[in-house]
């Protein structure tokens, strides 16, 4: 599935960016609860086959889940904060970006502390999204709707997108004790993360983001329907998709992807899903089983997708220097998702690879596969 995960991570680039040779593909919230989804499939696919018997401990798989996230993180942190001190020095009246943030705002000493600590760990940059900060004491308040609050808070953030890590580590919290258990149980609490979006979209009327996209409790069940994925997925895991199948099926995936934002909308939609939305998740929860099949062994494959978790960290970094330094030429959406691949490609090869090697070092008695993407 890594040319899939790849185009979703281009998705994303095209929202925050414009659209790459003309495709907004699927926009970026689909995209992000899109990856949520196959999070799932993937952690229940090593929590019930890779981190089992001697390997089972909680310590363990949260361990290697956070060497997986972190290394990448800082590495783009540092590389953030790197630039924006080189745009600052550069610029004519040496206006820093982000820390110019810090200084006109000033923030309190309990808005800092939060500020500094979330940018670290990435926990609570979701949170930050639910919040406003008072340009007369520096101080945070909690608010319904971020996008009326000036400045916004995640512009205090180096790595904005973080915020959907935050929801990833949470997750990562809870899926063992989640996603080894029964199907009728992870489908009671699908149920319970509906009817938490059903109370909040419709009888609290919080109709707008960050409710509808960043709230964890209605997140929650696109990673659940990624493990309801992976029981599917067990109960096919035997057959043989011959190749002109398993083409068929990416190459359709692909195309719809790609081409999302072509397709017809309806004057239908549940909370602030169209149509063609809830059909594309569904699309990929009953692919997923299949698609993983027919890739799990192509290693290329699992090369390409590899490269979707940093291309999302470093395309706002990427896209910062070319807009600053950048020939006209250049600062266009394509180029921008090139050179976040090409920076992606070498910050794996020097940081992800030896990494993977020790991670993998830790299990015992491996037997699962694409274990590059787990």
């Not at 390997?55 to 972190?70: A, D, E, P, Q, W």
């Not at 610029?91 to 000033?106: C, G, M, R, W």
């Not at 149509?275 to 192509?298: A, E, G, H, Q, W």
Request: hydrophobic content about 50%; glycine content about 6%; proline content about 5%.
């Amino acid at each position: 599935m890594g040319v899939l995960r790849l185009l979703l991570a281009l998705s994303v680039v095209a929202s925050h960016i414009g659209p790459i040779f003309g495709f907004q593909m699927t926009g970026g919230s689909l995209a992000v609860q899109s990856f949520f989804m196959i999070s799932g499939f993937y952690m229940s696919l090593i929590l019930n086959e890779k981190y089992i018997g001697i390997n089972s401990s909680f310590k363990l798989f949260i361990t290697n889940r956070l060497l997986k996230i972190y290394p990448l993180y800082f590495s783009v942190l540092i590389l953030s904060l790197l630039v924006c001190l080189i745009v600052g020095f550069t610029s004519a009246d040496h206006d820093i970006p982000v820390f110019n943030l810090y200084e006109a705002t000033k923030p309190n000493g309990l808005t800092w502390a939060y500020l500094i600590t979330t940018n670290i760990i990435i926990w609570g940059q979701d949170i930050v999204m639910f919040m406003g900060i008072s340009p007369q004491n520096g101080a945070l308040y909690l608010t319904g709707n971020f996008w009326n609050t000036s400045p916004a808070l995640y512009n205090f953030l180096f790595i904005p997108q973080g915020w959907s890590l935050a929801l990833e580590l949470t997750f990562y919290l809870c899926a063992p004790y989640l996603l080894r258990k029964r199907t009728s149980w992870i489908l009671t609490v699908v149920m319970l993360s509906l009817l938490i979006r059903i109370v909040t979209f419709y009888s609290l009327s919080l109709q707008n983001d960050p409710w509808t996209y960043r709230f964890f409790p209605c997140e929650l069940m696109f990673f659940l329907l990624g493990a309801i994925s992976y029981r599917i997925y067990t109960e096919y895991r035997d057959i043989k998709i011959p190749t002109y199948a398993g083409l068929i099926l990416q190459t359709s995936i692909i195309v719809i992807t790609i081409a999302f934002a072509l397709l017809p909308q309806f004057p239908i939609q549940a909370f602030h899903f169209q149509v063609r939305d809830v059909l594309y998740l569904f699309l990929i929860l009953i692919s997923m089983p299949f698609l993983f099949i027919f890739t799990k062994n192509y290693r290329f494959d699992s090369k390409i997708g590899e490269l979707s978790y940093t291309v999302y960290l470093v395309h706002l970094l990427v896209a910062k220097l070319l807009y600053t330094f950048g020939p006209e030429l250049l600062k266009t959406p394509a180029f921008i998702a090139l050179i976040s691949i090409l920076l992606s490609f070498f910050l794996n090869l020097a940081i992800a690879v030896p990494i993977e090697r020790q991670r993998q070092k830790r299990i015992k008695k491996i037997d699962v596969a694409q274990v590059g993407v787990l």
